[in-house]
T-cell receptor
Framework: DVKVTQSSRYLVKRTGEKVFLECVQD?????MFWYRQDPGLGLRLIYF???????EKGDIPEGYSVSREKKERFSLILESASTNQTSMYLC?????????????????FGPGTRLTVT | KQEVTQIPAALSVPEGENLVLNCSFT??????LQWFRQDPGKGLTSLLL?????REQTSGRLNASLDKSSGRSTLYIAASQPGDSATYLC????????????FGQGTRLTINP
């Protein structure tokens, strides 16, 4: 079974703090993703990475950065946390497409981190 | 811009009923569609993935269909159980970025014993 783990289930931080959210997957997936989920807004992609040291912005990258030094680990960094970054953060991973006829593979999600910034 | 809609936002049915959840998308140029389940406060669990060339996929009591030309997918749940209570989300991938999923808002399903 694919396993995607996130470092914390619940996290409370103060405004202005630097926050690190860690995600680890054990299936040798090339792609890793960070989403946030908010009531009424659904899931929105923050950043994704398709290889070590490679990253691309998603739909809402402002206020966030990411780091992928090893294939299995993808970190989301809030440089200076703000109250509007209070949210549920979800990490996901998937294989990179191989061959023809298959555009992409299933994404597997971690359990989520509920971040509260006060 | 691709938009995904799930109606209704919430559904409550008695145990044992068969039910259908709906998902519609505005741009039919998709690569595939994925259905997920989310329990309260938890992450997403992948249920089924349908490639654009497929019409349906089945897993146990779940059957997902895809009509790409009309921009619709349905998730059929047979003989519903209280343990099926969760939020169900659909998401699509397409040429806007093959690794990027566009999600619907979800349908919150409650199965009453």
């Amino acid at each position: 079974d694919v396993k995607v783990t996130q470092s914390s289930r619940y996290l409370v931080k103060r405004t202005g703090e630097k926050v690190f959210l860690e995600c680890v997957q054990d299936m040798d997936h090339e792609n890793m993703f960070w989403y946030r989920q908010d009531p009424g807004l659904g899931l929105r992609l923050i950043y994704f990475s398709y290889d070590v040291k490679m990253k691309e912005k998603g739909d809402i990258p402002e206020g966030y950065s990411v780091s992928r030094e090893k294939k299995e680990r993808f970190s989301l960094i809030l440089e200076s946390a703000s109250t509007n970054q209070t949210s549920m953060y979800l990490c996901a991973s998937s294989l990179f497409p191989r061959g023809t006829g298959v555009a992409s593979y299933e994404q597997y999600f971690g359990p989520g981190t509920r971040l509260t910034v006060t | 811009k691709q938009e995904v809609t799930q109606i209704p936002a919430a559904l409550s049915v008695p145990e044992g009923e068969n039910l259908v959840l709906n998902c519609s998308f505005t741009d039919s140029a998709i690569y595939n569609l994925q259905w997920f389940r989310q329990d309260p406060g938890k992450g997403l669990t992948s249920l089924l993935l349908i490639q654009s060339s497929q019409r349906e996929q089945t897993s146990g009591r779940l059957n997902a269909s895809l009509d790409k030309s009309s921009g619709r997918s349905t998730l059929y749940i047979a003989a519903s159980q209280p343990g099926d209570s969760a939020t169900y989300l659909c998401a699509v991938r397409g040429p806007w970025g093959a690794q990027k999923l566009v999600f619907g808002q979800g349908t919150r399903l409650t199965i009453n014993p």
